[in-house]
Structures are given as structure tokens and as C-alpha cells.
């Protein structure tokens, strides 16, 4: 896990309201990603992004928000919006390859698990 | 669309017996195949990859894995089993030149090793 934060650990959130879940990186990495897992299934991507100031939608953005300010950190947003947000999310990022393919791997964080109460 | 199947929920094994964790996958062109361990509650570790090059490719912690073309398969292996292998397995794919660099991930394959 070593190189990518995320915080918190755990949380809890009421319905209806609004958390944000931290992803920060010191590989200098330029891609940044946002996994949501559910018991018995794969990854499912929610946002990714590039570079700075650029994300994309991944296969489950709705009810999820991002950004990114800073090549460091890509925080996620689950909105009220979302309807089961109830999940293990997951962030990774990547070393877009330039002149080698032996940086193509995304490099996890040790997750955010959060509940709604 | 490219995908990946695990076809094993589970797979058990006796520590000290050889290890396979199966995958298969479909995606246009030549695929960049990887696989990632997950312990609970935590992120998930890069265990290997193929790109290019050689079949057979080593990792982490002992495993390797054979890339077959013919078969569209990616199957892990290990020679001999420990108990602290026992975790999650995860095989992923991104088509080649795909500009989001996306992986798309199997279901995963929870692998129990019994002392």
C-alpha cells in the first residue's frame, strides 16, 4: 500500500448526507483511480483522472462527484444521489507509461470502507 | 468491450501442494494481463503482470502465472502452497491502447489453504 493514503479507515454516514473520502499519492504519479467493492464481486470503476484538472466517468459515476486540484490528491464525493453507497472504495494510481511499459500497474491504497446508517 | 472471468468462487488447496488460480479473458488485441492479492480489509497488492516478452512470468511472494494466447488465459501458480497465501485473488485486463488506461477486474477467487 505503501505511497498512496486514504482516510479514513472507516465511516459512517446517515442518509442524506454528503461524505468525501481522501486519496492522496507521493509517487508522483499522473493517473489516479476510484474502485468501489462489493462482497463477492470485482472492482467496478467510479472516476478516473489523468492529470490535473481532467477526470473521466468510469462504469458507476453516478451519485459520486471528484476532483483534482493537485497531482496528489483525488478526493471522491458520494452524494445523496447515491443509492447504496454502502461499500469497500478503493483508490489506485498510475505512472502514465512515457518511454517504458514496465510502469503500466496501478498501485492501490488501503481503502475506505464506509456504512450508511 | 473487454472482460475477465474467474470461473472459481473458491479454490482449496494443502499447504505445501501446487496452487492454480484460473482466468480468462477477452479484449481486442493484445492484452496486458495482471494479477492482484487483496487481504481482508486492506487494498490490493500487485502480484504480476504480462505485457510482452516471455509466457511465463514471476512475481511476487513465489507465484507466476502463464499467459496462453490460444486459450485467452492467464492462470496463476504457485508450486507449493503456504497458509499465508490464503487471501482474495484478482485477474485483471486493459486492451492496448486504451487511452483511460482502464483495468477492468474479474470477480475475484478466494483461495484457502489448509495446514
Known amino acids: 500500500d505503501g505511497g498512496i493514503t486514504q482516510s479514513p479507515k472507516y465511516l459512517f454516514r446517515k442518509e442524506g448526507q454528503n461524505v468525501t473520502l481522501s486519496c492522496e499519492q507521493n509517487?508522483?504519479?499522473?493517473?489516479m483511480y476510484w474502485y468501489r467493492q462489493d462482497p463477492g464481486q470485482g472492482l467496478r470503476l467510479i472516476y478516473y483522472?489523468?492529470?490535473?484538472?481532467?477526470?473521466q466517468k468510469g462504469d458507476i459515476a453516478e451519485g459520486y462527484s471528484v476532483s483534482r486540484e493537485k497531482k496528489e490528491s483525488f478526493p471522491l464525493t458520494v452524494t445523496s444521489a447515491q443509492k447504496n453507497p454502502t461499500a469497500f472504495y478503493l483508490c489506485?494510481?498510475?505512472?502514465?507509461?512515457?518511454?517504458?511499459?514496465?510502469?503500466?500497474?496501478?498501485?492501490f491504497g488501503p481503502g475506505t470502507r464506509l456504512t450508511v446508517l | 468491450a473487454q472482460s475477465v472471468a474467474q470461473p472459481e468462487d473458491q479454490v482449496n488447496v494443502a499447504e505445501g501442494n501446487p496452487l492454480t488460480v484460473k482466468c480468462t479473458y477477452s479484449?481486442?488485441?493484445?492484452?496486458?494481463l495482471f494479477w492482484y492479492v487483496q487481504y481482508p480489509n486492506r487494498g490490493l497488492q500487485f502480484l504480476l503482470k504480462?505485457?510482452?516478452?516471455?509466457?511465463l512470468v514471476k512475481g511476487s511472494y513465489g507465484f507466476e502465472a502463464e499467459f496462453n494466447k490460444s486459450q485467452t488465459s492467464f492462470h496463476l501458480k504457485k508450486p507449493s502452497a503456504l497458509v499465508s497465501d490464503s487471501a482474495l485473488y484478482f485477474c485483471?485486463?486493459?486492451?492496448?491502447?486504451?487511452?483511460?488506461?482502464?483495468?477492468?477486474f474479474g470477480g475475484g477467487t478466494r483461495l484457502m489453504v489448509k495446514p
Open positions: 483522472s489523468q492529470i490535473v484538472n481532467d477526470f
Open positions: 485483471a485486463v486493459r486492451a492496448p491502447g486504451d487511452a483511460g488506461n482502464m483495468l477492468t
Open positions: 504480462y505485457i510482452t516478452g516471455d509466457n
Open positions: 479484449v481486442s488485441g493484445n492484452p496486458y
Open positions: 489506485a494510481s498510475k505512472q502514465t507509461p512515457r518511454t517504458s511499459l514496465s510502469t503500466d500497474t496501478q498501485y
Open positions: 509517487l508522483n504519479h499522473d493517473a
